[in-house]
């Protein structure tokens, strides 16, 4: 009973986002009905990022294969660390402004 009741969670919170986002890409692509289409398009953001399609279909991989969780938690962690240029070692390059001249040092 418990792994029934498991499995229906995993349909409402997956499955159903999964089916809804389908129907979304396919009202967006073919652009009927028009006054859907239209509403739709005016709330979809143009940056992108991981639409809910794809974090449905991820969960539900995660809900298969415990190494898709790893992953998961490993892609939050590198969106909330920094991420400088630097990575400690001395320059490889030196650019001179007055003479507008770089000096790129091939040893390194």
Do not use: C, Y
């Not at 490889?92 to 000096?103: N, P, S």
């Amino acid at each position: 009973m418990v792994m029934m009741s498991g499995l229906l969670l995993m349909a409402v919170l997956v499955i159903v986002p999964f089916t809804l986002a389908a129907a979304r890409q396919v009202v967006l692509r073919s652009g009927r009905p028009g006054w859907l289409s239209r509403r739709l398009a005016a709330r979809t953001p143009s940056g992108g990022g991981v639409g809910l399609g794809a974090t449905a279909t991820e969960e539900l991989h995660a809900f298969f294969n415990a190494n898709k969780r790893v992953q998961i938690e490993q892609r939050r962690t590198q969106l909330v660390l920094r991420d400088d240029d630097h990575t400690g070692a001395p320059p490889r390059t030196r650019l001179d402004l007055e003479l507008g001249i770089a000096f790129i040092d091939p040893r390194r």
